[in-house]
């Protein structure tokens, strides 16, 4: 039987989100820029790559927020920041010595709904004359409710959005006023109509569960409310509390939080709701409907984990571009400068912005496969690891046999052609996938909770 009290307790209770392995905490300070640029160089031609552009901004400071952002009344540095990011482009394709081919390109933030017309405008020429789109290449984009006007709406259509993923967290008036998010469902409802009406044709809503004030009542009413706007996919996150982060989460009240068992409870009963309402689950926190090209490639085993969390991009390269952003070039990993203002000036002067970075050791490249077929599959095929690896997945294998046998909550099962979390046990997986992280022991970062 598993005692998800005893699991919780236990000092795997806190464990990372597993969007990359290693985890950006354990990139090097002055790596990244090195590999930038001899992985731009040797991009194998034709190849096509997935661009992630952050904004970092919102005219609105949400106190649960834990993004990368920075809370703006003014609208001069975000249409400067949007003259860097252009720029940034340009060294790209200088770098690449050619046009990269785009085959996805996510705009994430903060909050990319609070650009203006002109500079969606300014983005769109930008991309097209600095990579190669066409009519394949999905293009989404992260929107707050609150900053929908036509100019928006206009603007998406201007830079070709296919896909947007929509803000909700929670619609209670209790809980958004304990997380300084005021957001009718009125509102949400209209945008996502208007949305629809520009030809996207695919919605995802955000939805959390842990935040301060919530209750099964108005979780369950807020789960309600979603379903009601039928969105394609769902993503529901459990409220990551970092203050030790994000100062600002400390203007909520840790007495308003619910408890841990709590947690574990309305993550549960969201989850079920969900899916009842026909929605398939997909990995530890997203549901699809079944003929959604995400709950496919679930079904497909060809679902994979990026920085933005659950994702059907295949591309080997992601080019991440802004401030904080992140790049995967397969066996490397580069961040971006953070701060804002000295971002924009490296961009400015030329240069590309990466600054920390890891190079993956065949060790780091075996292990992040494990841990993002945990994170996607449940389960890690000992066969694919051969077919991947060769030779060198045989210790690995051994380990995964020696974990699931050393398993004192019975969270997990072992044969001779894989290891795999039980379907009771799936809320733990980031604690399981925890197992095969070689790093977090000999590391004093403290992450949120795993449930
Ligand atoms: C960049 S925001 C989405 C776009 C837009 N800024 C908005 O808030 O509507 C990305 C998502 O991250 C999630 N998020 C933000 N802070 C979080 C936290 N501390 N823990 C868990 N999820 C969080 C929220 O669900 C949010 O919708
Ligand atoms: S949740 Fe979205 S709108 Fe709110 S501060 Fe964070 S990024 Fe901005």
């Not at 959604?292 to 295949?314: K, P």
Request: glycine fraction near 8%.
């Amino acid at each position: 039987m598993i005692d998800p009290e005893k699991i919780l307790a236990s000092q795997r209770g806190a464990v990372p989100r597993y969007t990359s392995y290693p985890t950006a905490p354990h990139f090097s300070d002055q790596a990244g820029l090195a590999i930038a640029r001899s992985r731009l160089q040797r991009l194998p031609a034709n190849e096509a790559v997935s661009l992630y552009l952050h904004i970092p901004f919102c005219d609105r400071l949400c106190w649960f927020c834990g993004c990368h952002t920075k809370h703006t009344l003014k609208y001069a540095p975000v249409e400067a920041y949007v003259g860097a990011l252009i720029r940034e482009m340009a060294t790209v394709r200088e770098t690449a010595g050619r046009r990269l081919r785009l085959a996805h390109l996510h705009l994430g933030g903060g909050s990319p709904s609070m650009l203006r017309q002109p500079d969606f405008e300014r983005l769109s020429q930008a991309l097209r004359d600095n990579f190669n789109l066409d009519a394949a290449t999905e293009i989404s984009v992260e929107i707050d409710p609150s900053d929908v006007t036509d100019e928006t709406l206009t603007g998406l259509v201007a830079l070709g959005v296919t896909r947007a993923s929509v803000g909700v967290q929670d619609f209670s008036d209790a809980v958004q006023e304990a997380i300084n998010r005021p957001q009718t469902f009125e509102q949400t409802r209209d945008v996502i109509a208007a949305l629809r009406e520009t030809g996207i044709h695919s919605l995802n809503i955000d939805a959390l569960y842990g935040l301060p004030l919530q209750t099964e009542e108005r979780l369950v009413s807020t789960i309600d409310k979603v379903l009601s706007l039928a969105p394609d996919r769902i993503a529901l996150f459990g409220y990551a509390h970092v203050p030790w982060l994000k100062k600002h989460q400390t203007l909520i009240r840790e007495e308003d939080l619910p408890g841990t068992m709590d947690r574990f409870r309305h993550a549960g009963l969201a989850a079920d709701l969900i899916a009842a309402a026909g929605y398939d689950r997909i990995g530890i926190d997203h549901f699809a409907k079944p003929g959604d090209t995400m709950a496919e490639a679930a079904r497909e085993g060809r679902l994979f984990r990026n920085f933005q969390g659950y994702t059907t991009d295949a591309c080997r390269t992601l080019i991440g571009l802004g401030a904080s952003s992140i790049s995967s070039y397969g066996d490397a990993y580069v961040q971006n400068i953070v701060p804002t203002s000295q971002y924009e000036k490296t961009v400015l002067d030329g240069g590309l912005s990466a600054t920390r970075g890891i190079q993956l050791s065949l060790d780091d490249r075996i292990r992040a496969h494990m841990i993002e077929r945990l994170m996607c599959d449940f389960s890690i095929s000992f066969d694919g690891l051969e077919q991947k690896f060769g030779y060198a997945a045989r210790p690995y294998i051994a380990e995964a046999k020696l974990a699931a046998a050393g398993d004192c909550h019975g969270l997990t099962e072992v044969d001779e052609t894989g290891f795999r979390i039980r379907e009771q046990a799936r809320p733990f997986t980031r604690i399981v996938a925890s197992w095969f992280d070689a790093y977090l022991n000999e590391s004093s970062v403290r992450y949120s909770k795993a449930v």
